[in-house]
Each structure stands twice: as C-alpha cells, then as structure tokens.
C-alpha cells in the first residue's frame, strides 16, 4: 500500500478512563494511537468496500488531474 503523505487532523471525544485504557494497550503494542487508529479506519473502509488512495501519492495526483477541468475546458463551459 502507498504512504500516505498527506495528514489531516479527526477529533475524537471518548471517556477519559477509556482513552487512558486504550493509550496503554497502545505502548504495550509498541504502536501509537494515531497508528492503530488510522488501521482501524483503513480495515473499516475495506469491509465496506470503500476504495480510496492517500492523498499527495502519485496515483492520487494523477486521479485528481483528471478530474480537474483544465482552463480551456472550462472556458468552453463559459461559451
């Protein structure tokens, strides 16, 4: 799987006695929080078959260039 490259900040509100639970289970694996978080996300959206590709890799790019209409297409648009 490509790296993603680009991060964008989730705001979580949980139980304070949980996140300090799962803070710890989290050191004991030898991962962090965001880790196991962002695995969680990755393995949900695979069992829902929500396909993506992590922003800033190449493929991303290249999807996102495609989709853009360039200026001369948009200026036909506007015609």
């Known amino acids: 799987m490509a790296m993603e490259l680009k991060t964008a ?3 979580v509100l949980l139980d304070p006695a949980k996140k300090k639970a799962f803070e710890r289970l989290c050191a004991q694996q030898d991962m962090t929080p965001s880790q196991v978080v962002r695995q969680l996300i990755r393995e949900y959206l695979k069992q829902h078959g929500v396909q993506w590709r992590p ?3 190449a493929a991303q790019a290249a999807d996102d260039s495609a989709e853009a209409p360039t200026a001369e297409q948009e200026d036909r648009k506007s015609s």
């Open 55 to 57: 922003s800033g890799s």
């Open 9 to 11: 900040r989730l705001t």
